[in-house]
């Protein structure tokens, strides 16, 4: 159907050509345009077509019941299904909307009219440690609102969480058992407020995440701009690096897997009116609630039920793409797998509910194609497990995914995944990067696998998987059977390689097919590797906030200015001044910050360039700092993938180990 090239060097020109267009495009157009994302869309959507045409026409062979042939028709499914999902991204992605405007002007007009509606503060708790519940509670204490209560919603029922809530003046809410989670939680809540304070307005927070100071000034005036606005979300921005981040070293120089979904897919889906409610830093009418019977418990996903429970009934979540709040990434690989494969199982819940998006009456199209996008997102993820393992069945078992030589793929594959690769760069605004994102997928590719299968035998009725939070982190970890999974296909592929050139049937010259099954071993041995480092998981310490802050130190008898480099709870980097006095470890040095006055401090380590202390904060002191840091910081997490800097990382963390 479609003729080839005559040699390598055309297909290479035409390949080069290709990439030379695509990055002239990306430097040219601009991703807030609408007119250049349905442009740039276009071609990158045409380059996927082709070549998905060129795999159903071109390298299937003629069907039988053996595995010759069922084996590449179960990759062309699944490949079909990654690739339906990309061309439904790239329609969803020519929309955007900024609110940020809106929420300015709604925020004037209550300023104008004097209203202030009570906030009802819900933070949602489940056996998360003190150190972290705790900066939840004191910022939603913080946020700038006269007329709001701050209810911390206590799964397990604590004593000393109580005594805390006393202390601060928070209100603490217990109920006598845990059942519907933490929709169940929420609707106690609902029904307890309704009777004390009834706010016509609720804050949602998970206990990790502390609301920026003037979060309620800027989505309550949103919220209420519009009868049909029942909930404006926020996107979810993270104070530290996730385990992928942090075990490959790159957290400077490669964003977290949510910014892309935070930053760029929501605001298009609220284009389109089908953004969505992701569970904390919400706010919501409690009316709208009280209309469909309060927080909707029939999947785990209550964020993503209650969306859509609000749609058909004519109510919209709106997207407010602002920093209004900072929460805690889960922090290990255990956890990240869990919180996935999760979220994965409470998509395919409510696709199954019978007053569903895909069951239902009462939804458009429109809302339905956006739902079954998301459903898409998880179904992905089998085609990775496909990708990985592909070139050791075809090596050792005589199995090909699909019949192609290399220069046909270079022909009608490379410009496809080039159009897919530098079209995500352009509109995510550089916050994907190749191999990295493959890996990030990788990593729970098989979990959220093994979910999709479960679910089709039983769907409902497991129990609600809490992701793990705090605790001690300052010891290595090994996670054993992920490692071996990921070791045995990153060694089974280097394998085949080898194996292509010394078998006792090996050809004396390598075919075309031959080829392009070792190129796909050697992305798949990268990628495999890369999700095997991330298995040994390194310590972590205390989080240390990035500051640019003028600061005192009282030192040999005077006080003198300093920059503050970095904070903690309970350390700070103090830049080292020319003609200081070197102060050695365990002098006492006293500092002094802006709105929290003299902390008693300590030297613990003394660079060339900076000192470093070890801070002793009085409890007052300690509650500001907390305030301070976790409700107005992004952390150390970068904002912009850079390659260079990300593979300088991996380098480190495959070759030195740390």
Request: net charge positive; proline share 5%; charged share 20%.
């Amino acid at each position: 159907m479609f003729p080839l090239p005559s040699n390598d060097a055309s297909v290479l020109t035409t390949d080069l050509g290709v990439l030379l267009g695509l990055l002239v495009m990306a430097r040219l157009l601009d991703p807030t345009r609408q007119r250049d994302r349905l442009l740039f869309g276009a071609t990158a959507a045409s380059f996927l077509l082709i070549y998905t045409l060129w795999r159903w026409h071109d390298t299937l062979p003629v069907f039988d019941l053996t595995l010759q042939a069922l084996w590449p028709r179960l990759f062309i499914t699944l490949e079909i299904v990654a690739i339906s999902y990309t061309l439904m991204s790239i329609l969803i992605l020519t929309r955007s909307v900024d609110r940020s405007g809106q929420a300015d002007a709604a925020q004037r007009a209550l300023a104008a009219r004097g209203e202030q509606p009570a906030v009802d503060v819900f933070i949602c708790t489940y056996d998360e440690p003190m150190e972290i519940v705790e900066r939840s509670i004191l910022a939603a204490l913080a946020l700038d609102h006269p007329n709001k209560t701050v209810w911390v919603l206590d799964d397990t029922r604590r004593d000393r969480l109580r005594a805390f809530c006393d202390e601060v003046g928070a209100r603490h809410l217990t109920r006598p058992d845990n059942k519907g989670a933490k929709a169940g939680n929420l609707n106690n809540a609902l029904a307890v407020t309704a009777q004390l304070s009834n706010a016509p307005v609720i804050l949602v927070l998970d206990a990790d995440f502390a609301p920026r100071r003037d979060f309620l000034q800027r989505t309550v005036g949103l919220l209420l701009s519009e009868p049909d606005i029942a909930v404006v979300q926020t996107p979810q921005f993270y104070y530290n690096p996730d385990p992928i981040q942090h075990n490959l070293l790159s957290s400077g120089h490669w964003v977290d897997d949510q910014r892309f979904f935070f930053d760029v897919f929501q605001p298009a889906k609220d284009a389109w009116g089908c953004a969505f409610c992701v569970g904390t830093s919400f706010v919501v009418r409690r009316e709208r609630l009280m209309e469909i019977g309060g927080f909707p418990h029939a999947a785990i996903s209550e964020d993503l039920n209650l969306t859509y429970t609000l749609l058909k009934r004519g109510h919209r979540t709106v997207w407010l793409n602002e920093p209004l709040s900072f929460g805690l990434s889960a922090e290990g690989v255990p956890e990240y797998i869990t919180q996935r494969a999760r979220w994965c199982l409470g998509t395919i819940q409510v696709a199954l509910l019978r007053d569903g998006p895909l069951r239902s009456r009462g939804y458009s199209f429109t809302q339905r194609w956006h739902f079954l996008h998301g459903v898409l997102n998880w179904a992905c993820k089998p085609f990775m497990v496909l990708l990985l393992i592909a070139p050791p069945i075809y090596w050792f078992a005589g199995l090909p995914a699909f019949e192609a030589d290399y220069l046909s793929f270079l022909r009608y594959g490379v410009p496809a995944l080039l159009g897919t690769i530098i079209y995500m760069g352009w509109i995510s605004r550089s916050k994907t990067l190749p191999l990295f994102m493959e890996a990030t997928h990788a990593v729970t590719c098989f979990a959220v696998t093994a979910t999709l299968l479960s679910a089709l035998v039983r769907p409902f009725g497991r129990p609600f998987k809490v992701t793990d939070k705090g605790g001690d982190r300052s010891k290595p970890r090994v996670h054993g059977k992920l490692a071996a999974i990921f070791g045995a296909i990153a060694a089974s592929s280097a394998a085949a390689i080898v194996w292509a050139f010394v078998s006792p049937n090996a050809a004396g010259e390598i075919s075309s097919i031959d080829y392009f099954n070792l190129l796909w071993a050697g992305i798949a041995m990268l990628i495999a590797f890369i999700a095997f480092l991330v298995c040994f998981e390194l310590p972590r310490g205390e989080d240390l906030f990035p500051s640019d802050e003028a600061g005192w130190l009282a030192q040999n008898g005077e006080v003198v200015p300093c920059k503050i480099e970095a904070l903690s709870l309970s350390s700070a980097r103090v830049a080292r001044s020319r003609g200081r006095a070197t102060m050695r470890p365990g002098a006492l040095l006293p500092v002094h910050l802006d709105g929290l006055g003299w902390i008693e401090a300590s030297v613990s380590a003394v660079s060339r360039t900076a000192m470093h202390l070890r801070m002793h904060p009085t409890e007052a002191q300690r509650r500001q700092l907390v305030v301070r840091l976790f409700s107005s910081s992004c952390g150390v997490i970068t904002g912009r993938a850079r390659l260079r800097g990300a593979l300088a990382g991996l380098a480190r963390r495959g070759f030195v180990g740390r």
